[in-house]
């Protein structure tokens, strides 16, 4: 991952119980200004989206939303982005998303975030393209799903190198850090040689 690209961050339209979850948005948001990356993200206003939207704005960053029209009121479209890009589906929204990333990165969220982050890490299993993607553990949010993608590795559905390229840290700068030094594998999924 190259610095002088954007970070796609996909994280939750809601704040979450925990106040450190804000906290990290904004942590993130303002690193990826100072580093001089490009945010890409949700496109909307609340919620940790907002959240990091604002920090990265705020530290003088660029910032592109892509949102689609269904979602456009429902969560409070950003009025104050470098780029609003206003799409017509998810699926417009989230291949938007990766084309204009290096990178990605999941702030905690509930199941749209999940399912963001798990479609291009499959996608980087697959080979369709060589991104890396990453987990920000706040306050170990994530940590039952670490043991989980760990135990999906133990059990051989994902291969090692594979549940590598999900990279973890509670820092946002080390986090940053592990993306643009990853160096994603190039080999196949993990398919068992059919018996005859």
Request: proline fraction near 4%.
């Amino acid at each position: 991952m190259r610095s002088d690209l954007n970070l796609c961050v996909f994280c939750g339209s809601s704040l979450g119980a925990d106040p450190a979850y804000a906290a990290a948005a904004a942590d993130l948001g303002a690193e990826l200004a100072r580093r001089g990356i490009g945010l890409v993200y949700g496109g909307a206003s609340v919620g940790l989206m907002g959240a990091v939207a604002d920090a990265a704005l705020g530290a003088g960053g660029e910032v592109v939303g892509v949102l689609p029209e269904a979602l456009a009121d429902l969560e409070i479209a950003h009025g104050g982005l470098t780029e609003l890009r206003i799409v017509a589906s998810m699926h417009e929204r989230k291949a938007q998303m990766a084309a204009l990333s290096a990178g990605f990165v999941a702030l905690p969220g509930g199941v749209g975030t999940l399912e963001e982050t798990f479609e291009v890490w499959t996608w980087s299993q697959l080979g369709i393209h060589a991104k890396p993607v990453g987990l920000l553990n706040v306050n170990g949010f994530y940590d039952g799903l670490e043991a989980f993608l760990d135990h999906m590795a133990e059990q051989r559905f994902v291969k090692p190198v594979h549940r590598a390229i999900m990279a973890s840290d509670a820092d946002p700068a080390a986090l940053i850090d592990r993306l643009l030094a990853a160096d994603i594998p190039t080999d196949r999924k993990w398919v068992d040689e059919l018996k005859p």
